[in-house]
């Protein structure tokens, strides 16, 4: 039985409508940004008075705090739905890719990386801190294993691959390939793993072929 069918459809319409305010806000967010963003626009996208608004949130911080809470808790359950029999390499391109694949979707505000305003805000949240805790923590392992199999340069200190991994979740490059380019959001996807895990440079098999056959040709 879902939680639903133990609650009263006053609590069930309260908590249907608390998503709707978070969905509303991640997508305001992801086009105006923390500081451009009022609770009017929350109040106005979905249709209810502003007092209505704050009854579920008591203020704009109040309510970006908890749509990026939401955000880190889907990020974690993704993470943890992965199949175990996938390698520590291959679990961290998939949690990337559905980053990636929500953040074109206009769903996936990585509010830390735009402001030190929202930085300091986030970090007094208590709940958010834990979650980004706990999150980092299971990434840091995933590194650690990949870099111990080989899957990853093991000569790079771990923190410059995690911190990278982080800068991918948030890059530019994303919303210049998506308004500028002709790609399709599959290649956007695609060729944004490909150089997060692979560079830009040639693969090496590549590099050894051709000085190989410079050798011969000389």
Known sequence: MSIFGKLSFKDQAFILRE????????????SKGFD?????????????????LYKHFKSKEDLVGTAMVRLLDNASAKLEQL????????????LLEWALRVRLDGGLPFL?????HVREMLMRNLKYVGKVIKLNSQLEKLVLQAQKSGEINPDLPSDVVLYSYYARTCD??????????????E????????????????????????????????
């Not at 998503?19 to 992801?30: H, K, W």
């Not at 929350?42 to 209505?52: E, L, R």
């Not at 490059?173 to 500028?180: C, D, G, P, S, T």
């Open 187 to 218: 290649d956007i996807v695609r060729y944004m793993l490909e150089v997060c895990f692979d560079g830009v440079g040639k693969p090496q098999q590549q590099i050894m072929t051709a000085n190989n056959d410079h050798v011969r040709t000389r």
């Open 112 to 116: 830390p990386s735009t402001s030190a």
């Open 36 to 52: 451009l963003m009022t609770m009017d626009d929350v109040a106005n996208m979905i249709g209810i008075s502003k007092p209505s």
């Open 83 to 94: 199949p175990e029999s996938l390698g520590a390499k291959a679990k961290l391109s998939a």
């Open 19 to 30: 998503n709707a305010i978070l969905d509303a806000t991640t997508g305001i967010l992801a």
């Open 172 to 185: 530019p490059a994303v919303e210049y390939l998506q308004r500028f380019s002709k790609m399709e959001k």
